[in-house]
């Protein structure tokens, strides 16, 4: 079974412009989370979506968004990008049916210049 | 309020035992997690354990977990060059959402 995919890999933005990252979950699996991880911050919770419904959310400001599409892939985007966004970020998924095993992909490095 | 704390660094050398140790405050926690993470990758799930255990063994993983001191260890048995890595514990309190430690950096050393 395929694992979590998450792409670009690598994304390089200027301050003030917006991004989108995506993530595919693991086949049959209907939740997908997504965190931040910064050396400053560590790893932070930014929300989580299931079944395209958001269930969680993180302390983050509003210009950090997501959605969940009816395949379960999930796009998160960061509008008017700061320096501070520059960061790891990961997208996790889980079945979503009792399970809480939380399996993470690779993660999307973006860097704001 | 949700807390976990880990210290930032374990040097052992290759052969013996490292024990990796974390810290939580909320006793609402319903599962506890252990992940690695290696240079330039994600993270990927070691074990977990449900708040209602004491202790999960998995080959040369054990995880002790004390509920009372809101402690939570990681035991790597025969530790080996390729366990170098940083490792989280996390707690989770409600569904999905993971508050993550600041990591340990394992060093094995020859």
Sequence with gaps: KAGVTQTPRYLIKTRGQQVTLSCSPISGHRSVSWYQQTPGQGLQFLFEYFSETQRNKGNFPGRFSGRQFSNSRSEMNVSTLELGDSALYLCASTSGGGSYEQYFGPGTRLTVT | ?110
């Design chain 2, 1 to 110: 309020g949700e807390d976990v704390e880990q210290s930032l660094f374990l040097s052992v050398r290759e052969g013996d035992s490292s024990v990796i140790n974390c810290t939580y405050t909320d006793s609402s926690s319903t599962y506890l997690y252990w992940y690695k993470q290696e240079p330039g990758a994600g993270l990927q799930l070691l074990t977990y354990i449900f708040s209602n255990m004491d202790m999960k063994q998995d080959q040369r993983l054990t995880v002790l977990l004390n509920k009372k001191d809101k402690h939570l260890s990681l035991r790597i048995a025969d530790t080996q060059t390729g366990d170098s890595a940083i490792y989280f514990c996390a707690e989770s309190i409600l569904g999905n959402k993971l508050t993550f430690g600041t990591g340990t950096q394992l060093k094995v050393e020859l």
